[in-house]
């Protein structure tokens, strides 16, 4: 039998190496970005247009390539940065792999400028698919200039992977400021679509992390100091009251890299302990600078996630330099030792049971049951909310939590507010529509301001959300079924989702030829225009989902509750005002649209009062 096992072709082994270094335009800037931090540039400037897709530049001033060099770059494993096995435990570069410039050339078309201060004429290289296209003399200005085009040419499934332009910039971002952070001593230059995105001028550390987050920045930040043998700390946290219920700006850096730790953050927060209220994150931007031989920084191939020595020490050492920074800038009572450390521990959800606003209120109230079918101008549909409370049966899962973590906040005061309703709502209760906009009623302490939009967007939202998960939605058959196209990509991400759009009342089904049939339709979308409808569901989809902080159910009821809610401009007849004021406050969540936007202000009696003096 003949030898079955054969060596991969060149090409071949460099696309797979690629999918490894290259997971989307962000990582060729990473790679990019830190071989002019490498080269000592000391101005940097990052071109990209299209979220990366058609163009990634990077030029710098740093100290070049020669001929050979410029060539040698791109092969595997060549690196100018480690010459025996020993230098990999004693680091100070970003990169030592070689792998990098070979990778990406292996799936991109890549123009290479570069030159030295001893050479007077530079080198350009084109390189597409691993081939060398053409090579020349050139003259142009000291140090190297990378352009990345027409990322993953050659991989159309590496290609329609991607997400859309504006997602693959946000992750271009993230890794701008995690460079930015690095080295406030670089100047960089961000260019997004032609336009300057981000200038940052040579400066210290503060003034980077304002200039990369804005002015209002300054006031937050409490700086962090300690050094011991271990381990140095430095940098800054954000004051507690300033912590924030996303993720965002959290930034450890070991030996200036980027490193992600959830052990080094769970000491951060740690040292919070008390002063956050539930779920918050406070902000940091914290530089460790530990031996480079006691950090392993080799054990993941996107080098994010390190091995320190002594992960314990440093946990503590971190803990207390906070704990300290706090202290001293008396953000926190940290010299109150009477405390109780098991009522302030903040990672125990202390009140993990969801607090359901009382509504006493009677559910099935609905006085205009027969205005609801009718269509005309008024759009205002009122939602049954007979056994509401029933929302979520026995669904612990993501989206109830959510829900839960807001109403710690929201449930008191609507329940307050809503206290005062119950006893209020009746026919007299007059509302009128101010500006076709805000829906205005009176409230036993002063004056309500609805937004119609928002409100009707909570409103569906809970609807939308209660029919997936109980399965009840309510179809409406088309006489005349409509016929809709869609991309293949499309047509993936709507297979994917249409369970949940079932439960909601969609109902289609796909021909043989690709074109989907829609024979049903929720109720509410009775006018909505259906083709727009399920594209903007099948976009929003496919970018919230990326960002992995909603479920499948709680992105599309967000999106349909948004397209098809009451828009501002339109008018109320006064029974739909009611109506929807009615079942805003029989929502879960009354306070906030699913945007997490207000969806009602009080003016209170003294504020109109005030007014007179
Ligand atoms: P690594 O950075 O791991 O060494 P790369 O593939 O990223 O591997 O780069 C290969 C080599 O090319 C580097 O070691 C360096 O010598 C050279 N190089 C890459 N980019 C630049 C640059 N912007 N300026 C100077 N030299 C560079
Ligand atoms: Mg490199």
Request: aromatic share 8%.
């Amino acid at each position: 039998m003949a030898d079955i096992v054969r060596l991969l072709p060149d090409h071949v082994a460099n696309q797979i190496a690629a999918g490894e270094v290259v997971q989307r335009p962000a990582s060729v800037v990473k790679e990019l970005v830190e071989n002019a931090i490498d080269a000592k540039a000391s101005v940097i400037k990052l071109i990209v247009k299209e979220g990366g897709k058609s163009l990634i530049q990077v030029v710098d001033d740093g100290v070049g390539m020669s001929v050979t060099d410029a060539r040698l770059s791109f092969e595997r494993h060549a690196t100018s940065k480690i010459t025996s096995a020993d230098d990999l435990f004693a680091l100070h570069t970003k990169g030592f792999r070689g792998e990098a410039l070979a990778s990406i050339a292996a799936i991109a078309h890549v123009d290479m400028l570069t030159r030295t201060a001893n050479d007077e004429l530079g080198t350009q290289l084109r390189i597409e698919g691993s081939k060398v296209v053409s090579q020349e003399p050139v003259a142009t200005p000291k140090g190297t200039s990378v352009a990345v085009k027409n990322l993953f040419f050659n991989i159309p499934a590496r290609r329609n992977f991607l997400k859309s332009n504006q997602v693959e910039l946000r992750h271009i971002t993230d890794e701008f400021h995690r460079v930015a952070l690095a080295h406030p001593m670089i100047e960089f230059h961000f260019y997004n679509n032609g336009s300057e995105f981000f200038n940052l001028p040579k400066t210290n550390l503060r003034q980077r992390i304002v200039h990369v987050f804005g002015l209002k920045m300054n006031e937050r930040l409490v700086p962090v100091d300690e050094e011991t043998q271990v381990a140095k700390i430095s940098g800054f946290i954000c004051k507690p009251e300033y912590a924030k219920k996303s993720r965002g700006a959290q930034f450890f850096f070991a030996n200036n890299r980027f490193i992600k730790s959830p052990y080094l953050h769970h000491a951060v927060i740690a040292a919070f302990e008390g002063l956050l209220k539930p779920e918050r994150v406070p902000g940091y931007f914290l530089y460790l600078e530990v031996p480079p031989n006691s950090i392993d920084i080799n054990i993941h191939p996107t080098k994010t996630e390190v091995k320190f020595d002594d992960e314990n020490t440093l946990y503590a050492i971190l803990r207390s330099a906070i704990k300290h920074a706090l202290g001293q800038f008396s953000v926190a009572p940290a010299l109150d030792f009477e405390r109780d450390p098991n009522l302030d521990t903040p990672y125990a959800f202390q009140h993990k049971g969801a607090i359901l606003p009382k509504v006493t209120v009677d559910a099935d109230f609905n006085p205009f049951q027969e205005k609801q079918k009718g269509g005309g101008q008024q759009t205002y549909q009122k939602v049954s909310t007979k056994g509401w409370q029933n929302l979520y049966p026995g669904l612990e899962g993501i989206a109830s939590q959510n829900f839960e973590l807001i109403s710690q906040e929201t449930t008191k005061e609507a329940e307050e507010l809503f206290d005062e309703r119950t006893e209020k709502i009746s026919y007299e209760v007059a509302t009128f529509q101010y500006k076709r906009k805000y829906i205005v009623t009176t409230i036993k302490s002063g004056m309500l301001f609805i937004d119609q939009n928002r409100a009707h967007q909570r409103v569906l939202f809970e609807q939308f959300l209660k029919e997936m998960t109980v399965n009840e939605g309510i179809s409406q058959q088309l006489l005349f079924p409509l016929k809709l196209d869609f991309s293949n990509e499309e047509l993936r991400i709507l297979k994917e989702i249409k369970g949940s759009l079932n439960t909601m009342g969609f109902s289609f089904k796909e021909s043989e030829d690709g074109v989907v049939v829609v024979e049903g339709i929720p109720l509410s979308a009775e006018h909505g225009d259906i083709q727009r409808l399920l594209n903007e569901l099948i976009s929003n989809y496919r970018e919230d989902i990326s960002q992995g902080e909603l479920s499948q159910a709680e992105i599309l009821a967000r999106t349909l509750s948004k397209a098809l809610a009451v828009k501002n401009g339109e008018v109320l007849a006064t029974e739909s005002q009611l109506a929807l004021v009615n079942d805003l406050f029989n929502c879960k969540e009354p306070m906030l649209s699913p945007f997490q936007k207000m969806t009602y202000v009080t003016i209170s009696e003294g504020d109109i009062e005030n007014k007179f003096i």
